[in-house]
């Protein structure tokens, strides 16, 4: 049976020390490398440098950034903040055009699986940031275990501080079929119901 190389296999190890690769995409990933022309590969590289070289943690919310504040702390002044677990997120919620507040970002769920916990997460730097002009946390993050546990956590450190907090709500998504959806999104639905 014929065996990669040692630095293709080196490569392979590599991409799959990234988060949700597995063995054959990093092996898809090299072989790409492998197949690159040479001034392609050090773009490449070089775009990887610069990243690790420029990009920053926004003083106010962790997002990432290459300024000492992104620009949504820069220009926005709002009374409602948004916890999101990862950068990304705030990316998605920007796609949506529905929100105009500030955003917290904490780089990660409380997850005791994988060795986790509430001090490994940036929310004392959340509680930090509530100095009486927030009105309102939105705790968006995922609809998981994880989520739901960091969810709460965070809630009950904002009940004495007299802060609304509220989550995202949950549920069917637009074109689903009853018919088809689990019966844990179903109860949210239900449960998040809106009235109209």
């Known amino acids: 049976m014929r065996q990669n190389t040692q630095s293709i296999e080196r490569l392979i190890s590599k991409f799959g020390t990234l988060s949700s690769v597995g063995k054959k995409t990093a092996m898809r990933y090299a072989y790409n490398i492998v197949d690159m022309p040479l001034e392609q590969v050090q773009d490449f590289c070089d775009a990887m440098m610069e990243v690790k070289q420029k990009v920053k943690y926004c003083i106010k919310c962790a997002t990432f950034c290459e300024t000492e504040m992104c620009e949504i702390c820069q220009m926005r002044k709002s009374n409602v903040l948004c916890v999101v677990a990862y950068p990304r997120d705030v990316l998605s ?104």
């Open 93 to 196: 919620i920007e796609r949506t055009r529905g929100y105009d507040g500030l955003y917290h970002v904490l780089h990660g769920t409380i997850s005791p699986i994988d060795g986790r916990g509430p001090d490994d997460l940036r929310i004392k730097e959340l509680l930090a940031r509530l100095d009486g002009s927030i009105d309102e946390v939105i705790i968006a993050t995922n609809p998981d275990i994880e989520g739901d546990v960091t969810a709460m956590y965070i809630a009950r450190l904002l009940k004495p501080l007299n802060i609304k907090a509220s989550r995202i709500a949950q549920g069917i998504s637009i074109g689903s079929d009853i018919e088809y959806v689990d019966e844990t999104t179903l109860t949210r639905a239900i449960s998040n119901r809106v009235e109209i």
